[in-house]
């Protein structure tokens, strides 16, 4: 990146223009007890071969999942992503591409967001998908918000049941006006996931939706259709969340067991391990209640030739223009981050999905057997089933065991005291199909060593 400096003719100018002679006169609002008036404390300007050395060898003092051998998840998994992904992305008519408001020279980005669409509707066996969300967590409020406006306001509580990702409540509640009035908790029981009896105890005639992560946060499958007969019951509806997208190559979609609002987190498709992003949040729902639905939709129609014609659809321009008025005040283009998905998925297909998953869940079985097989080490929720991600109870803190196995180039998990302080001694473990034999070999020596 050029740094362009401001020449003296520039500075004057732009005194001149605010009214002061002087740099001095400018700041003399600010009190000199909280000035500055020592030079700032910073080496000299170096030439720019030698800059990018240093800045290089900074960053290789990182711990990345690249280099390393990755068993943390909670929420960001570290699938290996084809090299067809990133070359496809860096044609300039996606990487480039903000909101195609302009159908007629759109077509083909345009027709990549409706297969996006296609494929998010067909995995999750739901009937319409958007054109993408920031991330799990806001894609996880949206629904909330959505939920709301079915009921048209007239039910104000929202059930969160059991294990939902704990970043993906905060903004739940950022968003919303009077959260504690609103969220209704529903703890999960001792096998980690909802409890039935506290469920039924928290429904009633005021409650919009059930609010449900399957796999939970935990990595365990929630029981969809006892969630869906008490969102019956009470003519609520059944919104299900999750944050490994990868996991119904394997499970049942929420779609088929009724659910009226999928979303979850897609980095699993074809996006890398970053901190902070991008991520990819993903919407979908029925076709009733598309009205209600955030974000934008990309539609297919036929031009007066009878060819096919594509274009945002069911958008109203208050959400782009007025957005005190607006169905959601998302309106940031994630084109790119659905691209990755759309092409993941086109590379994998449908069986390669499947073949993914169950390597997958197979590297998480045979990891759970061999730490359960460590002194000291145990699994709190071994009769409970899960996808690729579980707990493990440690005899030290868990924050510990980590430090003491990033030096073997071994990340070994998500402590759980960083969500809830109360389980200092508690870790969460994931499993991919980047986590070899031989890897899964060296961590459950490691950590064995870490815990003697």
Same mark, same amino acid.
């Given at each position: 990146?050029?740094?362009?400096?401001?020449?003296?003719?520039?500075?004057?100018?732009?005194?001149?223009?605010? +009214?002061?002679?002087?740099?001095?006169?400018?700041?003399?609002?600010?009190?000199?007890?909280?000035?500055?008036?020592?030079?700032?404390?910073?080496?000299?300007?170096?030439?720019? $071969?030698?800059?990018?050395?240093?800045?290089?060898?900074?960053?290789?003092?990182?711990?990345? %999942?690249?280099?390393?051998? $990755?068993?943390?998840?909670?929420? @960001?998994?570290?699938?290996?992503?084809?090299?067809?992904? +990133?070359?496809?992305?860096?044609?300039?008519?996606?990487?480039?591409?903000?909101?195609?408001?302009?159908?007629?020279?759109?077509?083909?980005?345009?027709?990549?967001?409706?297969?996006?669409?296609?494929?998010?509707?067909?995995?999750? =066996?739901?009937?319409?998908?958007?054109?993408?969300?920031?991330?799990?967590?806001?894609?996880?409020?949206?629904?909330?918000? *959505?939920?709301?406006? @079915?009921?048209? #306001?007239?039910?104000?509580?929202?059930?969160?049941?059991?294990?939902?990702?704990?970043?993906?409540?905060?903004?739940?509640?950022?968003?919303?006006?009077?959260?504690?009035?609103?969220?209704?908790?529903?703890?999960?029981?001792?096998?980690?996931?909802?409890?039935?009896?506290?469920?039924?105890?928290? *429904?009633?005639?005021?409650?919009? %939706?059930?609010?449900?992560?399957?796999?939970?946060?935990?990595?365990?499958?929630?029981?969809?259709?006892?969630?869906?007969?008490?969102?019956?019951?009470?003519?609520?509806?059944?919104?299900?969340?999750?944050?490994?997208?990868?996991?119904?190559?394997?499970?049942?979609?929420? +779609?088929?067991?009724? %659910?009226?609002?999928?979303?979850?987190?897609?980095?699993?498709?074809?996006?890398?391990?970053?901190?902070?992003?991008?991520?990819? +949040? @993903?919407?979908?729902?029925?076709?009733?209640?598309?009205?209600?639905?955030?974000?934008?939709?990309?539609?297919?129609?036929?031009?007066?030739?009878?060819?096919?014609?594509?274009?945002?659809?069911?958008?109203?321009?208050?959400?782009?223009? !007025?957005?005190?008025?607006?169905?959601?005040?998302?309106?940031? #283009?994630?084109?790119?981050?659905?691209?990755?998905?759309?092409?993941?998925?086109?590379?994998?297909?449908?069986?390669?999905?499947?073949?993914?998953?169950?390597? #997958?869940?197979?590297?998480?079985?045979?990891? %759970?057997?061999?730490?359960?097989? @460590?002194?000291?080490?145990?699994?709190?929720?071994?009769?409970?089933?899960?996808?690729?991600?579980?707990?493990?109870?440690?005899?030290?803190?868990? =924050?510990?065991?980590?430090?003491?196995?990033?030096?073997?180039?071994?990340?070994?998990?998500?402590?759980?005291? !960083?969500?809830?302080?109360?389980?200092?001694?508690?870790?969460?473990?994931?499993?991919?199909?980047?986590?070899?034999?031989?890897?899964?070999?060296?961590?459950?020596?490691?950590?064995?060593?870490?815990?003697?």
């Amino acid at each position: 990146m050029r740094y362009l400096p401001h020449t003296p003719d520039d500075v004057r100018e732009m005194l001149a223009v605010v +009214g002061v002679s002087s740099l001095d006169e400018l700041f003399g609002p600010i009190p000199e007890s909280l000035r500055m008036v020592r030079p700032l404390d910073l080496p000299e300007a170096l030439p720019e $071969c030698r800059l990018r050395f240093e800045m290089e060898k900074l960053a290789g003092t990182n711990l990345d %999942a690249g280099s390393m051998a $990755c068993f943390a998840g909670a929420g @960001i998994y570290n699938h290996y992503v084809p090299a067809a992904v +990133g070359q496809l992305l860096v044609r300039s008519e996606l990487y480039t591409a903000y909101t195609p408001y302009q159908p007629e020279v759109s077509q083909g980005t345009l027709q990549a967001v409706f297969e996006y669409q296609t494929m998010m509707a067909r995995y999750l =066996a739901m009937e319409v998908s958007n054109a993408s969300l920031y991330d799990g967590s806001t894609a996880t409020a949206e629904a909330v918000g *959505m939920a709301l406006r @079915i009921h048209r #306001n007239k039910r104000p509580v929202v059930v969160i049941a059991g294990h939902v990702h704990p970043e993906y409540l905060g903004v739940v509640r950022s968003y919303l006006t009077s959260p504690d009035e609103t969220i209704r908790r529903v703890p999960a029981g001792d096998d980690g996931r909802v409890d039935p009896g506290a469920l039924r105890e928290a *429904m009633g005639p005021d409650v919009a %939706a059930i609010v449900v992560q399957h796999p939970n946060f935990l990595g365990l499958l929630e029981d969809l259709a006892v969630l869906r007969d008490a969102a019956t019951r009470h003519e609520a509806l059944l919104v299900t969340t999750f944050s490994e997208a990868l996991a119904f190559g394997l499970l049942k979609p929420p +779609g088929a067991f009724g %659910a009226d609002i999928v979303v979850g987190e897609g980095q699993s498709f074809g996006m890398p391990v970053s901190y902070g992003g991008p991520l990819l +949040g @993903i919407l979908t729902t029925r076709k009733t209640h598309v009205r209600s639905m955030p974000g934008r939709v990309v539609g297919l129609t036929s031009d007066r030739h009878g060819n096919d014609a594509y274009c945002v659809t069911l958008s109203t321009r208050e959400q782009h223009i !007025r957005r005190e008025k607006a169905t959601s005040n998302i309106c940031t #283009n994630e084109g790119l981050c659905a691209m990755s998905a759309a092409i993941y998925l086109s590379l994998l297909g449908n069986d390669g999905i499947a073949k993914l998953a169950r390597l #997958n869940h197979h590297a998480s079985l045979h990891l %759970a057997r061999r730490l359960a097989a @460590i002194p000291g080490v145990s699994l709190p929720y071994a009769g409970s089933a899960w996808f690729n991600e579980f707990a493990v109870d440690l005899p030290l803190p868990a =924050a510990e065991v980590c430090r003491r196995m990033a030096p073997k180039g071994i990340l070994a998990g998500v402590p759980l005291s !960083r969500f809830f302080p109360e389980q200092d001694r508690r870790m969460l473990v994931a499993a991919t199909e980047l986590c070899s034999g031989s890897e899964i070999d060296r961590y459950v020596e490691a950590l064995g060593a870490a815990c003697a």
